[in-house]
């Protein structure tokens, strides 16, 4: 929920649904005079602010993840945000880099750590030329593979594994943004089999 306007007028905008799911997301508000850019996830809104006023005159400070205690917030709600933010910019400027080399003058942070914890997941980071090969399991008859990915890449090889005795191999892509399943075997006449989300 966005609120943005003059003291005459109220504007308030929601987007967005089921960000709780611990995956990152981006927000990027933008305001021109009275027009307004809401973007969530690269889908954007836009919009005008209620009111008679061209500019935002933000008074003296502006907060990101809650409020001071001295803090006057419009609603009755006082739940400061819980979770992880990064790259926050605000004007052109890196304000969680700053705040970290405590160059963010004058600034108040109130018991802030810059590290997040996420104690289920070790991500792993592939770049054009990497990958992780593990050992097979020879002699069995289930095959179970289950990962998370974030990527912009629309195109990309995600694991692959060739059967024993050149009887084939399995191989899951994302091919122009979809993920795909290859199943090829040598050794039948019906020898590929292709699913794709």
């Known amino acids: ?9 109220h504007t308030s905008v929601m987007t967005g649904s089921l ?31 209620n009111g008679e006023f061209d500019y935002l ?5 502006i907060t990101f993840g809650g409020m001071p205690f001295s803090g006057k917030p419009s609603s009755n709600s006082r739940k400061n945000f819980k979770g992880c933010m990064e790259s926050i910019n605000y004007n052109g400027n890196n304000i969680t ?5 405590k160059k963010l003058e004058p600034s108040n942070v109130g018991n802030l750590s810059f590290s997040c914890v996420e104690p289920h ?32 890449n629309p195109n990309g090889l995600l694991v692959f594994s060739n059967f024993a005795d050149d009887l084939g191999n399995v191989e899951i892509d994302i091919n122009e ?21």
């Not at 929920?1 to 007028?9: C, E, P, T």
């Not at 005159?57 to 400070?61: G, K, N, T, V």
């Open 1 to 9: 929920s966005n609120q943005l306007g003059s003291i005459y007028g």
């Open 19 to 49: 960000l709780d799911d611990h995956h990152w997301h981006s927000i990027i508000i933008e305001r021109h005079g009275r027009n307004i850019n809401l973007t969530l996830d690269r889908h954007m809104q836009h919009f005008r602010t």
């Open 57 to 61: 005159d933000l008074d003296y400070e």
């Open 97 to 101: 880099d700053l705040a970290k080399r």
């Open 121 to 152: 997941t070790v991500p792993v980071f592939f770049n054009a030329t990497s990958y992780l090969e593990v050992p097979g399991r020879p002699s069995q008859d289930l095959f179970s593979v289950s990962f998370l990915f974030r990527t912009w």
């Open 177 to 197: 943004g979809k993920v795909s399943i290859h199943i090829n075997v040598t050794q039948v006449k019906k020898n590929q089999i292709d699913i794709s989300s």
